[in-house]
């Protein structure tokens, strides 16, 4: 009985981290009691001086169905795609779980559940930066479809979000377990987590309530071609009657006060060298249409090529041209206006797998486990720091966001710091098809608008195109899987906030204080192993 009743509660935490994430069950103040039943778990092998094993199972089984859960729609990209990300990512949540166990068993309770918090904002931090980044599942993306409840995410980002919902998990469980146990302070802890509750949720609607929209109001076109990206966008339909398609869609829209045209990621499907841009036909179609509207900017996603010669510095992602020379192919987002400039963004955050392969010199046997979590195939170079595409008075300038860049709140700040008066994602969520995978993207996004107080603009080639302010309201958005055109306004800004300034210091400063936490750990293990090997 005691087997089967540690086991449900594994499985009614993973039900509750489910249940409150966005697109699967949406009620994200269950987030502020998943953690207890795992807990409870916990303290049962901890008082019984239960096996590791054990907890490794009990925590592992958690950590497997909420992954499971909330991602399993990867699988409409790829099975093995899936199987690796559900897999690696419980392990690793395990992992950090079981080095509280450890913290709490040989440096003290309290130490313990302070270490929990440490460490797991300590692992997100790691996860958003490292090799095998996947950090679809940072605690604080939880929220990202209750926005007038975060607005302080401006102050923390993401990640002190996941701090609230470690703390009061905390203190929820202490005050529990001191109520069953008749120890008379339940209250204090009680007290202190509804007083965090209730305290960034009156903050937050403070702040709601003064970010009114300011700075310059502009008006930008958006188009969805609605091309499926199994059948047709790669192949299926040649690329001249895509650009047809979407510059006929904009047409529709476009006037003399509109500034930007935003077109979606990969809206040029086949790799075009990047010397070679002007004379294109997408670019030449383009120019057309920035003829006929003189102060017109167009955004358009495309894949291109670059061309490096024998004694060039290259990246390591360069390969070898038959002859000489070397190549990178990049997703790539490029800006054209009224000048014979071009400009070009090339995609940084690279989807693991299916644009990136980690660890492929040290470990080569992973590219046979290409993980297709959507985008396009292959391995990608990148650039070192986002452009930023400033107009000509250098008045306005947007932050050309392309596809799962929009996932990484730090990385963004970069463009803000650059000069980004407004975000602009173009993206392709029809890989994943009619699952909760395109609507969790598109709720990250907004997370991005509060973080760094811009609008956004959203152009979905598959998926949801959308416009978000400034707060994180979701202003106008298309249905799913619906040719359609937005006509908007929006406001560009240039103030910068204090998560801008500062990034995520919450996790450096946890990444920092954890391995000290652990070398603790190891020093009090060995310390009192010593002393019970004396005694014997």
Not at 7 to 33: K, N, R
Not at 98 to 127: D, S
Not at 502 to 525: E, M, N, W
Request: glycine fraction near 6%; aromatic fraction near 14%; charge should be positive.
């Amino acid at each position: 009985m005691r087997k089967v009743k540690l086991l449900l509660l594994s499985i009614s935490s993973a039900i509750l981290f489910a249940i409150a994430w966005p697109a699967v069950g949406g009620l994200s103040a269950l987030i502020f009691l998943a953690f207890i039943p795992l807990l409870y778990v916990e303290e049962e092998i901890y008082s019984n001086n239960g096996s590791k094993l054990k907890l490794l199972l009990y925590s592992y089984i958690t950590f497997l169905i909420f992954n499971f859960l909330t991602t399993w729609w990867i699988y409409n990209a790829s099975d093995w795609g899936a199987a690796m990300a559900i897999i690696c990512n419980a392990i690793f949540m395990t992992t950090v779980f079981y080095l509280f166990h450890l913290t709490k068993k040989w440096v003290g309770i309290k130490q313990g559940y302070i270490a929990l918090i440490i460490y797991w904002i300590a692992f997100e931090y790691v996860h958003l930066n490292w090799e095998l980044s996947w950090s679809w599942l940072t605690f604080g993306n939880v929220f990202a479809n209750n926005v007038e409840s975060i607005q302080w995410y401006e102050f923390t980002g993401v990640l002190g979000g996941s701090l609230l919902v470690l703390i009061v998990n905390v203190l929820f469980y202490t005050s529990i377990k001191n109520y069953l146990s008749n120890k008379k302070n339940y209250l204090r802890p009680l007290g202190a987590a509804v007083f965090l509750l209730i305290g960034s949720l009156f903050y937050s609607e403070v702040l709601y309530d003064s970010n009114k929209e300011a700075g310059n109001e502009l008006q930008a076109v958006i188009v969805q071609p609605n091309i499926d990206p199994y059948t047709d966008k790669f192949g299926g339909i040649a690329d001249s009657d895509q650009i047809d398609l979407m510059v006929s869609l904009s047409r529709k829209a476009l006037t003399d006060s509109t500034d930007y045209l935003l077109l979606p990621e990969t809206a040029i499907p086949t790799p075009t060298w990047e010397h070679d841009l002007e004379y294109q036909y997408a670019t030449e179609e383009f120019r057309k249409i920035i003829k006929d509207y003189p102060k017109l900017k167009i955004i358009v996603g495309m894949l291109s090529s670059k061309l490096y010669l024998e004694g060039d510095s290259m990246p390591s992602t360069a390969k070898k041209l038959p002859g000489s020379g070397y190549y990178d192919n990049y997703n790539s987002a490029m800006y054209l206006d009224s000048s014979n400039s071009i400009k070009i963004h090339r995609k940084s955050k690279l989807v693991l797998g299916a644009e990136k392969i980690p660890f492929m010199k040290q470990l080569p046997f992973l590219k046979k486990l290409s993980i297709s979590l959507g985008g396009t195939t292959g391995r990608y170079g990148t650039q070192d720091k986002p452009t930023v595409f400033f107009d000509a008075e250098r008045k306005n300038a947007a932050a050309p966001i392309i596809c799962y860049e929009s996932i990484f709140g730090e990385y963004v700040n970069r463009y803000t710091l650059q000069g980004a008066t407004f975000y602009a994602i173009i993206t392709n969520d029809g890989w994943w098809g009619d699952t909760p995978g395109y609507k969790q993207h598109l709720a990250y996004a907004r997370l991005r608008a509060i973080e760094g107080r811009r609008d956004l603009i959203r152009s979905a080639n598959t998926g949801v195109s959308a416009v978000i302010n400034k707060r994180g309201d979701l202003l106008v958005e298309t249905n799913y899987w619906e040719r359609d055109v937005i006509k908007t306004n929006f406001s560009a800004n240039s103030e910068l906030t204090f998560y801008v300034k500062y990034g995520d210091y919450l996790g450096r400063i946890a990444a920092f204080i954890s391995p000290l936490l652990l070398l603790l750990t190891l020093v009090k293990s060995l310390n009192k192993t010593e002393q019970r090997l004396k005694k014997d």
